[in-house]
RNA sequence: GGCCCCAUCGUCUAGCCCGGCCUAGGACACCAGGUUUUCAUCCUGGCGACAGGGGUUCAAAUCCCCUUGGGGUCACCA
């Protein structure tokens, strides 16, 4: 059988989907959605709408002692976050389930079987310390380190009579002569020699499948036409490739994403930053904003659009344009993309993302900010255009509802206050103007232009009205327009706060 | 170290596959200026890259080769 794409030199184009479109994630439950696997499954996704086709959801959980329901619990909670769907899967179910591997061992020992007696696998009886003493003889000598096959010699018959028996064995794959090639989407043509593949494990001697074996055996039973994956795994492919030949079907297509990189240009992982999904999702990322600078890792809509979403995605994805580069993950552009979305959304909208984080950091419950919901909402409305996550929200509305004589005063802020002569007595005549003034109630608009007026007739210098003033109202110089500030205070507040402050000030 | 992959501003990228329109475009960050009571937002401008070397060609960021650099991977993990 000739290999699947030999000879094949052009770089693959989206023509060339014949079958129906069936991709898949295949997340390890073994911890939080990897930021890196979410774009894995967003750019998955993507494919299968943009082609009609289907996503499918499988849990690679064959490893027991790192697999747990939590994680996959967590894993699926994640990609509903994002807004993507699944045709098949775990929770759904579908023709070609189960969609567990933990559900498929059956399965798995059948294929084996059938792969043993055909010749193409064997059984391997090697202890963990023959094959240490293998590897390490094998480094000193700088050969190539893989099994030495020396199993490879056993009679079939005999060695199946001594499991049979009782005695361990894993099963290997037979590791044909030759070459393997096979068709990236994102990298074109990628060949292997097969001397540099290892007769690797698919069965463990406790009788459980490994990855690269599952994997096959499932992208086959799920009639799986497309393999989009991390690059880590291009080195996997060849074993695939292989298996799905001795298996007697064809490979699918494959494309291998860059890789997410840290700060330091390696792999992402915890010492960088944040690796979780739900990391930014507990920050207060804008969910729309996380989908969107997901695609900007290794993709890009037309080069100058920064700002879109999953319906320009769905429209324009081809995964031949993804980068072939790896990216590092640079925060700031997150942060400020966050901020693009935050000050897209209305008032109303933000106020309902940011509550929660208001109520987790103890300034209100919730229901007082339902029951305060307009307030809330222009509360929410006078930071909106400084903050870029719904976290950051809090400490900058913080002082809103500290007691009026335990208003936090900042540090920095008392010292610019002090630069100013008499800033005491600029508060309290500033106080004795205000009051009656604002007896029924605080006009933003038009308290700013007379208190402009009245500073400018004091002969103040604005700094010099402002600075004390706001230090008094909220313990910061910069902020949120000032009159507005005071409209949220509400007028007894605000004389309260001035008075306290003028006084805290002259002593 | 073997094998595999990769290489455009500090970062994300457009352009590359199908050489000329590229004195290489956009964005983040940074710097400067404007707006603002301040901060932020917003607006304007600036800084800044085809890793190096050979080819091929009338012409190369774009094609080929080498070097260098970076990454991935080398389990009875996935």
Known sequence: MAPLSCGAREH???????????????PSPTGMLHIGGARTALFNWAYARRHGGQFLLRIEDTDP??????????????????????????????????????????????????????????????????????????????????????????????AKARVDAGEKAVVRFKTPAGQTRFLDHIRGDVSFENA????????????????NFCVVVDDVDMRISHVFRGEEHLVNTPKQVLLYRALGFDAPEFGHLPLMLGSDGK???????????????????????????????????????????????????????????????????????????????????????????????????????????????????????????????????????????????????????????????????????????????IDAADLRESSKKWAQEKGLKLPAFFQPVRLALCGVVQGADMFDVMALLGPEHVLARLERGAARLAS
């Open 12 to 26: 693959p184009r989206s023509s060339a989907v014949t079958r129906s479109v069936r991709v898949r994630f295949a």
């Open 65 to 158: 002692e790192r697999s747990t329901r939590e994680y996959e619990r967590a894993i699926l909670e994640g990609l509903r976050w994002l807004g993507l769907d699944w045709d098949e899967g775990p929770d759904v179910g579908g023709p070609h389930g189960p969609y567990r591997q933990s559900e498929r061992f059956e399965r798995y020992r059948v294929v084996a079987r059938e792969l043993l007696d055909s010749g193409r696998a064997y059984l391997c009886f090697c202890s963990a310390e023959r094959l240490d003493e293998v590897r390490k003889g094998q480094e000193e000598r700088k050969e190539r380190i893989a099994y030495d096959r020396r199993c490879m010699a056993l009679d079939p018959a005999q």
């Open 196 to 211: 540099e593949v290892d007769d690797w494990v698919m069965l463990r001697s406790d009788g459980s499948p490994t990855y």
């Open 267 to 441: 792999k992402l992982s915890k010492r960088t930053g944040d690796t979780a999904l739900q990391d930014y999702r507990d920050a207060g990322y804008p969910r729309d904003a996380v989908v969107n600078f997901l695609c900007l890792q290794g993709w890009a809509l037309d080069g100058a659009t920064e700002v879109f979403g999953v319906k320009e995605l769905v429209e324009r994805f081809e995964i031949k344009d993804v980068q072939k580069a790896g990216a590092i993950f640079d925060l700031d552009k997150f942060r400020w993309l966050a901020g693009e979305y935050v000050r897209r959304m209305t008032p109303e909208a933000l106020s309902d993302a940011c509550a929660p984080f208001v109520v987790a950091a103890n300034l209100a419950s919730a229901d007082e900010l339902a029951a305060r919901r307009a307030w809330f909402v222009e509360a929410v409305k006078s930071e909106q255009a400084r903050i870029h996550v719904y976290s950051e929200l809090p400490p900058r509305i913080a002082y809103l509802f500290q007691p009026d004589d335990a208003v936090v005063w900042a540090d920095d802020a008392l010292a610019a206050v002090r630069k100013h002569a008499n800033a005491a007595q600029t508060v309290r005549d500033y106080r004795e103007w205000l009051a009656p003034r604002i007896e029924r109630g």
